[in-house]
């Protein structure tokens, strides 16, 4: 069974920055895209970054050079690295990776920013 583990959030003041990780365990054969996603209280889920197994990102318009997505293969991680973070940036935010065509969650972690 995949299990995704989220670590690294919580609590930081307006232009801080904080490093999340999520650490995939399990039987894995191979990660095909691999994602941050993050949910606002009253709002959708939306996508923060995803990147490929061959490193290509994508990101949202309101995190472009300001978040950055990378992932270790062999280590089977996903890390977001998120500076000058902004008081709209508290979330919950989850991690998602597909393996062999199933998309597989976290259970997400708290980023709250103080103004």
């Known amino acids: 069974q995949v299990q995704l583990v989220e670590s690294g959030g919580g609590l930081v003041q307006a232009g801080g920055s904080l490093r999340l990780s999520c650490a995939v365990s399990?039987?894995?054969?191979?990660?095909?895209?691999m994602g941050w996603y993050r949910q606002a209280p009253g709002k959708q889920r939306e996508l923060v970054a995803v990147?490929?197994?061959?490193?290509?990102?994508v990101y949202a318009d309101s995190v472009k050079g300001r978040f950055t997505i990378s992932r270790d293969n062999a280590q089977s991680t996903v890390y977001l690295q998120m500076n000058s973070l902004k008081p709209e940036d508290t979330a919950v935010y989850s991690c998602n990776a597909h393996v062999l065509g199933i998309v597989y969650w976290g259970q997400g972690t708290q980023v709250t920013v103080s103004s």
């Open positions: 990147i490929t197994s061959d490193g290509n990102r």
């Open positions: 399990g039987t894995i054969f191979s990660i095909n895209v």
